[in-house]
């Protein structure tokens, strides 16, 4: 069973996704490095609790929506956060 950590590396993935965002975008939005977003998501780095809220807060989602997992994430942002190449539709990423 993968760890809180890695679910919670799955999920930004998937958010990353669902908005369009490359790592520098996540990274801008967070005030942070795009070196600090490659390292917390390859796992040499860990989101702290500060970092979730920053996340959500970027998001649009309550903390506590992070952490549901990628799915749930997903479905939780705003219309207006998604990107047009989904034409709305939610995303699954599988765990293995």
């Known amino acids: ?16 996704f669902a908005t ?8 801008d939005g967070l005030g942070i490095t ?24 970027h998001y649009g989602i309550p903390v506590p929506d992070l952490l549901c997992g990628a799915d749930h994430a997903v479905s939780r942002l705003p219309a207006t956060r998604r990107a047009a190449h989904l034409g709305g539709a939610q995303t699954t990423i599988a765990l293995d």
Do not use: C, I, N
Not at 8 to 14: D, F, K, N, S
Not at 37 to 53: I, N, P
């Open 20 to 27: 369009g965002e490359r790592q520098g975008d996540l990274a």
């Open 34 to 57: 795009q070196g600090q977003v490659s390292r917390k998501q390859t796992g040499s780095a860990l989101w702290s609790l500060d970092d979730l809220d920053r996340l959500a807060a």
């Open 1 to 16: 069973m993968p760890s809180t950590a890695a679910y919670l590396r799955l999920t930004v993935a998937a958010l990353m």
